[in-house]
Nanobody, 125 residues
Framework: VQLQASGGGLVQAGDSLRLSCEAS????????VGWFRQAPGKERELVAAITWSGDSTYYTDSVKGRFTISKNNAKNTVYLQMNSPKPEDTAVYYCAADTQRSTTHLAVLTSYDYWGQGTLVTVSS
């Protein structure tokens, strides 16, 4: 599985930004895709995730009501729509795929075994 993340950049607080994660090669092995982020000096955290079937999603509490994860089946692409971003959302964002299917819980970080490159999101106040 290969993942290509894109869409990062500089955005003002309160605006919006959409990240994309395109999957290729053996996409039929994917159970779920998650968006992670890592800010300087902080641990990587799972922001949102979606099953490849699209029937289940997960959001960390800090982004609920502001971010939306979705997928386009025809394009094998998962999106993270970031509305009303805050300066504390500034981080490098990564997408990752779970092909292990070891659990149905999307928030198990160790389940994600394929990673895309990061894309930097900077939110200015």
């Amino acid at each position: 599985v290969q993942l290509q993340a894109s869409g990062g950049g500089l955005v003002q607080a309160g605006d919006s930004l959409r990240l994309s994660c395109e999957a290729s090669l053996r996409v039929f092995d994917i159970y779920a895709v998650g968006w992670f982020r890592q800010a300087p000096g902080k641990e990587r955290e799972l922001v949102a995730a979606i099953t490849w079937s699209g029937d289940s999603t997960y959001y960390t509490d800090s982004v609920k009501g502001r971010f939306t994860i979705s997928k386009n089946n025809a394009k094998n692409t998962v999106y993270l729509q970031m509305n009303s971003p805050k300066p504390e959302d500034t981080a490098v964002y990564y997408c990752a795929a779970d092909t292990q299917r070891s659990t149905t819980h999307l928030a198990v970080l160790t389940s994600y075994d394929y990673w895309g490159q990061g894309t930097l999101v900077t939110v200015s106040s």
